[in-house]
């Protein structure tokens, strides 16, 4: 009986002298364990790399929601691809100042959201290392909502200004200060479109019988005077696309029917230079389309992207090949076969490393490699609609 | 025709995933080719008013075919989203929104009589988009820089409300010769 007492004693002291031991082993790792800290957020590098790509999700089902996708295309995976976004409102334009070092987004908010209320037109300027709002310049609620065409903003006077194209149908530019962060005031341009940036401080705009209207900025952003062209192109028979690849001061605008016009726009007043043809032997039927069909890369080759059977009527349909070419030289270099049929072409990167982007018809965005003409991959960063990839221009 | 549908045929295998499945066939160029908000191609009239003219009844229109589906007569310029998938029909908008009174128009064959009628393709405005139906042929369309033939814009003005939600197919005639 004794010893049956002492048996049970000594396993219930055994039994204490461990929990004891494990008490003091919990607590020696709690002083030890260093709990992950609350709130931080992630940061981008002030200087992008040049192979970064802002990537539009134009949401088109769901068009308050569009975003700018701040991406690594060459990253393998979607948790390094996607490095952060910035909202985009109601088919918002989008351009950057490597200059000034600044994103800008001009963009539509209603004051009843999705029903409507008050419109008011913003330019957003976003910082691109916290991508916060650094700045934001209220403009006339006047800007053009659509498809996003690249000539719907642009930067003036070595980026002092920005442009918005506005459209009421009545046209008109609202110029911002970039500086001052101020709206300096409307410019009209009717029957004119769009802007494209010319020499010091001008922009040029398409107007709808074929000619072309520069607007020339005094140092204050205001109007100083115009320049009208004689009829440039046939705009009914042989169009030129709203956004031209634009080159060393030469913006190449290509045509539904896959000419190229060229256009001097490093002065004041803009030059037409001589016509040329994307097509050769051979190439009959062949036509540029899409949602985005020409971009330049930062070394001056141009891109077109170009589909079969093309005629009255195509010019929206997908490309499933990009033809490379020396602008200023309007010599084709290269066909590259498309890994799928695409809607919108883009580069970014420099020499070996440069890229090449085309936003496919399922809606993602395949990345090639320029020095080799080859398919990377498919970047499917989780937007709906990524209508403009935005690179090296 | 042929050619196109050719090539319809060769890339339809292609569209079938993501936002492709929610529209039809034709349809397809309206998102992938275009994705256009607004209203029609093939204009052959510029800016016109929903309102303004005679506009023929219903009723002296003969019909016939499906008006929830792209290849419907009227629907020959169209491109945006279709009313009738979306609380309206071919020419009244969806409770609640608004007709833009400004647009641009095309003209479509009726199969039933033959002859040519003027389409109206006014958008519906003021909520955000329906997102059904999505059609879009862009014969006759032109760049946005000359309005009264392009679709790319958004026609939703004139209206309380910029925002788009659907587009109707109005018979405002019948096309002259």
């Not at chain 1, 393998?76 to 800008?104: C, D, V, W």
């Not at chain 1, 140092?219 to 696309?241: M, S």
Request: net charge negative.
């Amino acid at each position: 009986m004794n010893t049956g007492i002492t048996m049970i004693m000594r396993k219930i002291m055994q039994k204490i002298a461990w929990l004891s031991l494990l008490s003091l082993t919990a607590t020696t790792a709690a002083a030890e364990f260093e709990p992950e800290a609350v709130g931080k957020v992630e940061t981008l590098p002030a200087t992008y790399p040049d192979h970064w790509v802002m990537v539009h999700d134009f949401s088109f089902f769901h068009m308050m929601e569009g975003e700018i996708i701040i991406t690594d295309p060459l990253a393998e995976h979607l948790g390094s691809q996607y490095k952060g976004m910035i909202p985009a409102s109601f088919t918002a334009a989008y351009a950057r100042s490597k200059k000034r070092n600044e994103h800008y987004v001009a963009e539509s908010f209603f004051a009843r959201g999705t029903r409507g209320g008050e419109r008011t037109d913003v330019l957003t300027i976003w910082d691109p290392a916290t991508l916060e709002v650094s700045g934001e310049v209220i403009i006339p609620p006047k800007r053009i909502t659509g498809m996003p065409k690249t000539t719907m903003i642009g930067l003036i006077g070595d980026d002092r200004f920005l442009g918005v194209y506005n459209f009421t149908p009545g046209q008109s530019v609202s110029i911002v200060d970039l500086e001052k962060r101020t709206f300096v005031g409307e410019i009209p341009t009717a029957g004119c479109a769009f802007l494209i940036p010319n020499g010091k401080r001008s922009f040029t705009s398409i107007c709808s019988n074929g000619s072309m209207l520069t607007s020339h900025l005094d140092r204050e952003g205001k109007l100083a005077g115009t320049t009208k062209t004689p009829v440039l192109f046939d705009p009914d028979n042989d169009p030129i696309f709203e956004a031209p690849a634009t080159a060393d001061g030469v913006a190449y605008f290509p045509t539904f029917w896959g000419n190229v016009m060229p256009v001097d726009v490093s002065g004041k007043d803009i030059e037409v230079q001589g016509t040329w043809s994307l097509l050769g032997d051979g190439d009959e039927g062949w036509r540029p389309g899409g949602i985005r069909p020409a971009v330049a890369d930062a070394d001056g080759m141009g891109y077109f992207l170009m589909h079969p059977e093309g005629g009255e009527g195509s010019h929206k349909n997908p490309g499933s090949e990009v033809w490379v070419y020396d602008l200023a030289a309007g010599k084709r270099l290269a066909k590259i076969e498309l890994e799928n049929w695409g809607l919108t072409v883009a580069t970014s990167g420099r020499g070996d490393d440069r890229l090449m982007f085309v936003t496919n018809v399922d809606m993602g965005v395949d990345v090639y490699r320029l020095s080799t003409n080859e398919f990377v991959h498919t970047l499917n960063l989780g937007g709906t609609t990524p209508f403009m990839v935005h690179g090296a221009e | 025709m042929n050619t196109t549908d050719n090539l319809m045929d060769k890339l339809v295998e292609r569209f079938s995933r993501g936002v492709a499945r929610r529209t039809s066939r034709r349809g397809l160029f309206g998102l992938l080719g275009a994705g256009v908000v607004g209203a029609a191609s093939m204009p052959l009239l510029p800016v016109a008013r929903a309102a303004g003219g005679a506009q023929p009844k219903a009723a002296d229109v003969p019909d016939s075919g499906d008006d929830l589906s792209c290849d419907y007569w009227r629907y020959c310029a169209i491109d945006g989203f279709l009313c009738t998938c979306c609380g309206g029909s071919v020419n009244t908008c969806p409770p609640g929104t608004e007709m833009s009174p400004i647009t641009w128009i095309g003209t479509c064959t009726n199969p039933v009589d033959g002859k040519n009628y003027v389409i109206s393709y006014n958008d519906c405005c003021g909520k955000s988009g329906c997102g059904n139906c999505l059609c879009n042929t862009n014969q006759g369309d032109r760049p946005m820089y000359n309005p009264p033939k392009s679709n790319d814009i958004n026609w939703c003005l004139g209206t309380e409300s910029t925002i788009y939600n659907c587009s109707t197919a109005i018979v405002v005639g019948v096309a002259v010769e």
